[in-house]
Nanobody, 123 residues
Framework: QVQLVESGGGLVQAGGSLRLSCAAS????????MGWFRQAPGKAHGLVAA????????YYADSVKGRFTISRDAPKNTMYLPISSLKPEHTAVYYC????????????????WGQGTQVTVSS
């Protein structure tokens, strides 16, 4: 059974940082590209960052370039997203997902999803 479990969210003041983690199990970690998505209140679900199977290639939404860094640790079957210089507009539920494709930008590219972790940034 494939499972993706996010952790690391919470309440943080503007300017603060968090490190989101996504622990994967149930299938061979290195065979799947992964991504982080977020959904803010009243807004559409969208990609934040994506990473290839090996971790050699990454993709970032323009809004987070230079601020967020996606990575993955194969021995730990875990993907990470340290997020810094947070602003209230970064408040959202952050989801991790896996895709059997070489890479994925759209939600439909991904076949398994975690339950999400809430990030709330206070002003």
């Amino acid at each position: 059974q494939v499972q993706l479990v996010e952790s690391g969210g919470g309440l943080v003041q503007a300017g603060g940082s968090l490190r989101l983690s996504c622990a994967a199990s149930g299938r061979t970690f290195g065979n799947y590209a992964m991504g982080w998505f977020r959904q803010a209140p009243g807004k559409a679900h969208g990609l934040v960052a994506a990473i290839s199977r090996s971790g050699a290639r990454t993709y970032y939404a323009d809004s987070v370039k230079g601020r967020f860094t996606i990575s993955r640790d194969a021995p730990k079957n875990t993907m990470y997203l340290p997020i810094s210089s947070l602003k209230p507009e970064h408040t959202a539920v952050y989801y991790c997902a896996e895709t059997p494709r070489v890479s994925g930008i759209y939600s439909d590219d991904y076949d398994y999803w975690g339950q999400g972790t809430q990030v709330t940034v206070s002003s």
